[in-house]
């Protein structure tokens, strides 16, 4: 998806391990991703960055985490609806939030020794944030829901319900 | 959670997030008007150095006016070349040794005791210029006028 600037597949991925399997496993999904993503990258490589956005990642895996103790991430393996899929997204959305709010403010201390001005260009002069935003708001709501029913059969019955 | 307790909690969360995205878009936008708004300051900036703005009107017989308001027009145009610029070329008129004599304006042809009148406002009042409009340089900031009367008027 790299032509496609700030459409990640992987922001989901980490958040229903975090559902499924819990924090610790979801930052190891967030980790390891980032080091294949981070390094291979072609858009180049930069240790102060990777770092960032290792540490940031994991905002996926706490919200996965927490999302994983309320009865829609219970409810792992159950019929996809309406109603989770919004919520899903919407803690999508939220966790990019914070996430973009993070690499951005430690990019603009990097880049222009400011952390407004990081924020400033979170959206200007591309809208990276709002895409980023939108489409993690679109992958969490249709795709979570298929992730952790897929997953649900890989973990025992009693931990989540199917 | 009940149902309608779930509905409201689903619905909150999406309006948060409808909220967050509007104004992330309306921060998009201030800062795209910001910056279009900077570089069109530099963009007059840079054209003052070339160019002179100047306001033309152009009146006609029956009280019609028409402005061409923030004229640019190279420095040291006069005003016959400004208002061909401004008409597209339709300012036409009779050379004589004392200079051009304008018969018409936008196909509006002088006629009987009514001709076409040039003015430059001075500022309080419009003045009759007694100069070919050929010879009569623009400055910056101008205001100047086609009148089509019988010479005892202003615009």
Redesign the interface.
Known sequence: MIPLSNVKLMDSIVFATGVVFGYVPGTLVAVLSWLIYGTLNPLGFSAPVLATVVLSEMVYSCGGHLMGKTSYGRRAGSSVDMNRSLVFGSAGLLCTLIYDLATNAVSGLLAYNSIWVGWATMNFPFPLGIIHESSNFLFFASVIPILLKVMAKAVPTSTYER | ?STKG??W??LS??L??TT??AS??A??YY??YS?SEGLYADTVAALDSLTYSVRILLEYSNGTQQWYNQTRIPIGWSFMQAANKTTGGKVLGQRYSFGTFVTSINGVTGSGPEFWFAYSWNGKNWVLLEIAPEQYTLRQGEIVAWYLNDGYKTP
Do not use: G, I, P, R
Request: hydrophobic share 55%; charged share 0%.
């Open positions: 959670m779930n509905m909690f689903t969360l999406v948060t997030c967050v995205l992330a878009t921060v998009y800062l795209h910056s």
